[in-house]
């Protein structure tokens, strides 16, 4: 049984991760609408009930009308590790929950639990799930030193998540505990095209 540990909203930041390029989805994935709110906006309200440092990584200020501040990539078109390394560098909190934009059923309540993991597992420099046919790096929790490991590999040119956790000490959230929680591993479905955005359009609906 894991502890009741509470986080509060001061000791934790979270950052969206909007900067990808949308290529296979056609069009920005952010500025879908699901249910009459864009994914970023989806994301931002979940994200505003954790913490009251929320902020979105991405180029420029395409996202500045959306009342958070905007981190941008130091090493651009590097995917998500780039986006990580730029977010723990914005943070000043030490426990930092990272978020894709295109990932709307992720429940407030999941992210809760994994911030209680993490706590509870202070040497831990990544809390995050390993469900649903991989290891969801943009949806986990990372302590501030993890930016200069993030750093490093970027200087090498390798730019997959999972090969910087092979650097550092994982705390991983298996499926079975997810579903043992009450957490359905559904919740990381992948919104890359718009036949798999239409598919959560309707589970959604249902």
């Known amino acids: 049984?894991?502890?009741?540990?509470?986080?509060?909203?001061?000791?934790?930041?979270?950052?969206?991760?909007?900067?990808?390029?949308s290529t296979?989805?056609?069009?920005?994935?952010?500025?879908?609408?699901?249910?009459g709110k864009t994914l970023l906006e989806h994301a931002l309200s979940i994200?505003?009930?954790?913490?009251?440092?929320?902020?979105?990584?991405?180029?420029?200020?395409?996202y500045s009308d959306f009342g958070s501040e905007v981190v941008e990539d130091e090493f651009p078109h590097c995917g998500p590790l780039g986006g990580i390394h730029a977010a723990l560098g914005a943070s000043d909190r030490e426990l930092n929950i990272i978020l894709s934009v295109d990932t709307p059923m992720v429940t407030v309540d999941f992210l809760r639990y994994l911030l209680q993991r993490a706590t509870a597992k202070p040497d831990a420099l990544v809390t995050v799930p390993n469900a649903a046919g991989g290891v969801q790096g943009t949806c986990a929790v990372?302590?501030?030193?993890?930016?200069a490991v993030a750093e490093q590999q970027l200087k090498r040119e390798r730019y997959k998540v999972t090969?910087?956790?092979?650097?550092?000490?994982?705390?991983?959230?298996?499926?079975?505990?997810?579903?043992?929680?009450?957490?359905?591993p559904a919740m990381f479905a992948n919104l890359n095209t718009p036949e798999e955005f239409s598919r959560v359009q309707e589970a959604t609906r249902a």
């Open 1 to 21: 049984m894991l502890p009741c540990i509470m986080t509060g909203v001061s000791s934790v930041g979270v950052f969206i991760l909007a900067g990808g390029r």
């Open 24 to 35: 296979r989805m056609g069009t920005d994935k952010a500025l879908l609408t699901l249910n």
């Open 47 to 62: 994200a505003h009930e954790l913490s009251d440092s929320v902020k979105v990584v991405a180029a420029g200020d395409r």
């Open 142 to 147: 990372y302590r501030r030193p993890f930016r």
């Open 163 to 184: 090969e910087a956790y092979t650097l550092v000490r994982v705390e991983y959230v298996e499926e079975d505990e997810m579903r043992a929680a009450g957490f359905d």
